[in-house]
């Protein structure tokens, strides 16, 4: 019969602290890795905490300059609640806006994220940004067509310039022409007739009685001062503070699209080159090229990654302009008044998220596309008739969503000037303009003092005050 061994006492006493020692080691291991996964928490939540209170600031610079555009004596917003839900907290921005030279403005925003409902409390995280902006003049119309009308639609909206079209308006979706704090001038002058689709000789010649220019849609507004011939009916025309609202029996007077001599232009031609050649074109790990005063580039023109052009003058362009990528066209700090003009003989396509900047004294550029449905383009310095009625639905200059123009003139001028979304641009002109996207567009012609339209120019990130 087989007999249980017993251990001896101190052989017990020995496995016991041995038993011992290996669960408080365990027990150690595991405080310390739920220290480790405790302060890995609590890093990951601040880390998220900090991009939401960047989110806030960023959130504030956006909200200060829309307001500037509507009342550029804002001066910041005291607290105003970005969110405020258990999983993000609560978001709250504070804006200041200080003075500059005549022209230009500093935002500094805080964005401070709380404990969800405990905003009384102390901020887990905040974090502070300066933006300077400056502000964008209208110097005439910064919305200008031929008969081919102007097509709004959207969110679009026009401010701080009057409008004239020498055909018809169509506003659709939510879009805006003047606010009722800033009423505008709107003159229409029902220059589109006959009304088919082989019009003539005769094209274009102002509509008879009976033949409205206008039609405002049922979410559309207009505010200012209507002068549009022939039109009696003013569904969604508001006088604002100080217009007049539809002026009854105004004859709105027939304006002539911006001008300009091709020709004259393309003989002041200094330098021929190819589009292809190194010296003018990005290319490799050459991201930055100067065009200078005079220039003709043959062919088409293509800008993406990250090329930089600078301008310093006049350009002339014998096939396509087209930009994507995140792209830069600068003009060049030496030019000092005139805008540059830069001619292009095909059709202008600005894309992807680049940027068109005005020079360090405001002075932008004037982009014209000269295409047209005529046998003589692009050389055409007349249309009427059937070819202008042809050219004029033909989009030639097509600005994407997003894009960043301010200070910038584009014109299409035989044919339409298409912007697809939001962005701020300069001024538009075309036979036709076509402004159907969904963002909301704001419009200023150069640079400088005045009644202005603000946006951003330089970025920096500020310690945060204790």
Not at 135 to 152: K, R
């Amino acid at each position: 019969m087989n007999k249980r061994r017993v251990l001896p006492k101190d052989e017990q006493g020995s496995l016991l602290v041995a038993g011992l020692l290996v669960g408080m080691l365990m027990i150690g291991l595991g405080i310390v890795l739920g220290n480790m996964a405790t302060a890995q928490l609590v890093r990951t939540n601040r880390n998220i905490s900090e991009l939401n209170a960047l989110q806030v600031a960023e959130a504030g610079i956006e909200k200060s300059i829309s307001q500037l555009n509507v009342d550029e004596e804002f001066t910041g917003f005291p607290d105003e609640e970005f969110f405020n839900n258990q999983r993000q907290g609560v978001g709250i921005f504070t804006t200041e806006i200080i003075d500059g030279a005549e022209d230009e403005k500093f935002i500094i925003s805080t964005g401070s994220v709380y404990r969800y409902q405990d905003e009384d409390g102390d901020p887990l995280t905040q974090r502070r940004l300066r933006v300077t902006v400056v502000g964008t003049e209208s110097d005439g119309f910064s919305v200008h067509t031929g008969p081919g009308g102007l097509l709004l639609g959207g969110n679009a909206s026009i401010t701080n310039s009057d409008v004239h079209i020498n055909g018809f308006v169509e506003l659709d979706g939510f879009a805006r022409i003047g606010t009722e704090n800033d009423p505008r001038g709107v003159n229409i002058a029902n220059i589109r007739c006959p009304l088919v689709s082989n019009p003539g000789d005769d094209y274009p010649e102002q509509c008879s009685s009976g033949n409205e220019p206008l039609t405002v849609g049922s979410n559309a507004r207009i505010y200012g001062t209507v002068c549009a011939t022939h039109q009696t009916d003013d569904t969604n025309i508001y006088e604002g503070d100080g217009g007049e609202g539809l002026v009854a029996g105004c004859i709105a007077p027939e304006v002539q699209p911006p001008e300009y001599d091709r020709q004259a232009h393309i003989d002041e031609v200094t330098i021929v080159a190819p589009s292809s050649d190194n010296q003018y074109r990005c290319h490799g790990s050459n991201n930055n090229v100067t065009w200078p005063d005079g220039l003709q580039l043959s062919g088409n023109v293509n800008l993406g990654g990250n090329c930089t052009v600078v301008i310093e003058g006049d350009i002339y362009i014998t096939g396509n302009f087209r930009t994507g990528g995140s792209s830069t066209v600068r003009i060049a700090d030496s030019v000092e008044e005139e805008q540059p003009n830069i001619v292009v003989d095909g059709e202008i396509d600005v894309g992807g998220s680049g940027q068109f900047i005005s020079n360090n004294q405001g002075v932008g550029g004037r982009f014209m596309s000269f295409k047209s449905e005529a046998d003589c383009s692009p050389d055409c310095t007349d249309l009427s008739g059937n070819d202008l009625y042809n050219s004029q639905s033909v989009t030639t200059v097509d600005l994407g969503s997003g894009v960043n123009l301010a200070g910038m003139v584009f014109q299409s001028y035989w044919g339409t000037a298409r912007l697809a979304g939001g962005g701020s641009v300069g001024a538009i002109a075309g036979q036709t303009v076509d402004l159907r996207g969904s963002g909301t567009v704001v419009f200023g012609t150069i640079l400088s003092s005045g009644e202005k339209t603000w946006r951003a120019t330089s970025y920096q990130e500020l310690p945060v005050l204790d």
